[in-house]
């Protein structure tokens, strides 16, 4: 029986993270975004402040098993607050959905390995000063979209993971657009152990931050200012045995491909949160800028693109609201579901807010107001862990 109504544990989770996003993420996403030089963004009170706030609201472990120390939400909820903290700043939200990567597979993927989430899983989900952020890397500066190359054997990763007296030795470096790659404090790292079998050589390699680990400055980008991107390189980099969680061999697919459905619809919850936000300004502004007498919004040209928008958002919070039920209910999840709605919010939230800018005239290419960050922000959703052409590719493959 479908239903629609959200339970009230649902709505105060929501609520709460709407006025976060309101009264915190947003002025300080729009002060991040100003800041020139990217690495002072992340060296900023403004930005350690925001997420220490949002790890004492406990938005970094939603995802993690309770008896782990998460919050064990399910997908649907996770997506509700996503949203809403998107609508407050994309930026800032991409980097709280990243900050768990490794905690998060560790728990649901890996939970035979106590050892690991003793060291790693619960000091992180007690962490209420932001000390501890991960990231994952896999694209390298030649292995992007060839990541999901599976088939050729000639494609592997080039960064290399050795087996040595005490464990591995990583060599090679992940490209520049490594989510938190520079301010992480672990890495969840695919490494190549037998070059041969491909990309399906590599292995699943948890590695810390310390000697042979080196982050890079931030990637200077024209949006999402406040989510660091970073190469993050290594060299000689010791790791202990225990901490290869997965090796390589012909599950990799499967793997890489459960984390991409989670990817894929992370980032179309921002999205939909980020069109959310910009068709909220423009419809407010359009209901007070008056002109040929009348407020812009009764004017036909401007209700139509509104009305578009409208459709747009209920239409992508209900693909993205289907792809995370059969997320939660069947274990590793849908990627073609997945690849749809992610597809679908990235590609609206670009059309839309271009159409919002269009709305507020000379004022929507004016930083006086926030409508060209907002479409400035959602190109870089159409790119953000593998392009959507990719993910058109390998949706449209599983049909």
Request: overall charge negative; proline content about 3%; aromatic content about 8%.
């Amino acid at each position: 029986m479908i239903d629609f109504d959200l339970t009230e544990d649902q709505v105060a989770i929501r609520d709460m993270a709407a006025r976060f996003a309101r009264e915190v993420v947003r002025p300080a996403e729009i002060e991040l975004d100003r800041m020139a030089d990217p690495d002072e963004v992340f060296k900023s009170t403004i930005f350690r402040d925001t997420m220490r706030l949002a790890y004492q609201l406990g938005f970094h472990k939603m995802g993690i098993k309770e008896e782990h120390g998460g919050l064990g939400l399910d997908p649907v909820t996770r997506g509700l607050v996503w949203e809403e903290l998107a609508a407050g700043g994309a930026g800032i939200a991409a980097g709280l959905l990243a900050a768990s990567v490794a905690p998060a597979f560790l728990s649901v993927l890996a939970p035979h390995q106590t050892g690991l989430i003793e060291a790693y899983v619960r000091p992180f989900c007690e962490d209420t000063e932001a000390q501890h952020i991960s990231a994952w890397g896999s694209s390298e500066p030649n292995i992007g979209s060839d990541g999901s190359n599976y088939h050729d054997p000639c494609v592997h990763h080039e960064t290399t993971a050795v087996q040595s007296a005490n464990g591995y030795t990583l060599q090679g470096a992940k490209s520049s657009f490594v989510s938190n790659g520079g301010i992480a404090d672990l890495y969840l790292v695919f490494a190549c152990m037998d070059s041969s079998k491909g990309i399906c050589g590599s292995g699943v390699f948890l590695v810390p931050l310390g000697e042979g680990v080196t982050r890079g400055k931030a990637l200077d980008k024209i949006g999402l200012r406040a989510l660091n991107q970073a190469e993050v390189s290594f060299e000689a980099a010791q790791i202990p045995e225990d901490h290869m969680i997965m090796p390589s061999g012909d599950h990799y697919p499967m793997i890489h491909n459960a984390i991409k459905t989670v990817g894929n619809i992370g980032v179309g919850y921002l999205a939909l949160g980020l069109l959310r936000a910009a068709y909220e300004e423009a419809l407010s502004y359009a209901k007070e800028r008056v002109q040929f007498g009348k407020p812009i919004v009764q004017h036909q040209a401007m209700s139509f693109r509104l009305f578009e928008a409208f459709q747009a958002i209920e239409a992508a919070r209900g693909l993205l609201w289907k792809a995370s039920w059969v997320l939660g209910n069947t274990g590793l999840g849908d990627l073609k579901m997945s690849a749809a709605a992610r597809v679908f919010a990235t590609n609206m939230a670009m059309k839309h807010t271009v159409e919002m800018v269009q709305i507020l005239g000379g004022y929507g290419i004016s930083k006086e107001y926030t409508l060209e960050k907002y479409m400035r922000d959602a190109k870089l959703l159409q790119i953000m862990d593998a392009t959507n052409e990719i993910m058109t590719i390998k949706g449209a493959a599983l049909l």
